[in-house]
């Protein structure tokens, strides 16, 4: 697989990273010192942060129940994997329909160590894992040929990574390019931060991660996150915050969140 090819990247435990951060918030075991101190220092900000990140789970196994089980999708990348916890997206799409082919991309050493259990794909269909970054998307689009055909539809996911990547390295266009190497009928997925369901929360929060991280996180308003669905079809209910997409329960649409949810079809 193509993440081992060059071994495995370094892995440094000294400074926070999203990935393990997340995985933190989510009561996980792969996290060290730095990440739990930035996550503690986010959750004084936004307290709601545990809730968040649960609902934004819970959104990505509702998205892929709709994607597979009524828009008929078998194909899906998924970028901005995170370390793996429960309902992973080959776990959800394969309950479904096990044919399912599913590509995940992340450029987390954790998250490469974690692999395996990322690939392991009901017989009838396959995962891949690549060890690549979102802003290289010859890359992703390329390695993930291996195992998707694009000429049928994909399910671009982007859930909770689109906030990784600064105004100076044009996010707008790597998900451009994306959509575009997907044919009609492709579904694109994102969930982002908001700038603007709780602002002083919220920007304290970014504030906060953003002295101690790796990597700046920027949190965008409404109007931003429905930039990277241009020229997409938004499914109902449209961008909402995460809980409020097609939920399950009364419970669930009420979980606290401060993340934009959405899913658009490629016309």
Not at 43 to 68: D, K, T
Not at 81 to 96: D, K, M, R
Request: glycine letters at 6%; one cysteine or more; charged letters at 20%.
């Amino acid at each position: 697989m193509s993440s081992t090819d060059a071994g495995p990247p370094a892995l440094d435990t000294s400074v926070a990273h999203i990935a393990r951060v997340y995985d933190y918030w989510l009561g996980g075991k792969d996290n060290y010192a730095a990440d739990r101190a930035v996550g503690d220092q986010v959750m004084q900000a936004y307290p709601n942060i545990a809730h968040s990140v649960q609902a934004n789970r819970a959104f990505l196994a509702r998205a892929v129940s709709y994607l597979v089980g009524e828009a008929g999708i078998r194909q899906f990348l998924d970028i901005g994997t995170g370390i793996p916890t429960a309902n992973n997206t080959h776990e959800v799409a394969q309950s479904l329909a096990p044919e399912c082919r599913v590509v995940y991309v992340d450029n987390d050493p954790v998250v490469l160590l974690h692999a395996r259990s990322l690939l392991a794909s009901d017989p009838a269909g396959a995962t891949d894992y690549i060890d690549a970054d979102l802003r290289d998307t010859a890359t992703v689009l390329s390695e993930a040929g291996r195992t998707l055909d694009f000429s049928e539809p994909v399910a671009v996911m982007l859930l909770g990574i689109l906030h990784m990547v600064g105004e100076q390295d044009d996010p707008r266009a790597a998900v451009a390019a994306l959509v575009r190497a997907a044919p009609s009928g492709s579904f694109l997925t994102v969930s982002h931060p908001a700038s603007d369901i709780d602002p002083a929360a919220g920007a304290e929060a970014s504030r906060r991660y953003n002295a101690h991280a790796a990597e700046s996180a920027t949190f965008r308003s409404h109007a931003q996150v429905m930039e990277f669905f241009e020229g997409l079809e938004l499914l109902p209910p449209g961008l909402v915050p995460v809980p409020e997409w097609r939920p399950r329960s009364e419970i669930e649409a009420k979980t606290p969140s401060n993340l934009w949810g959405g899913v658009a079809r490629k016309p």
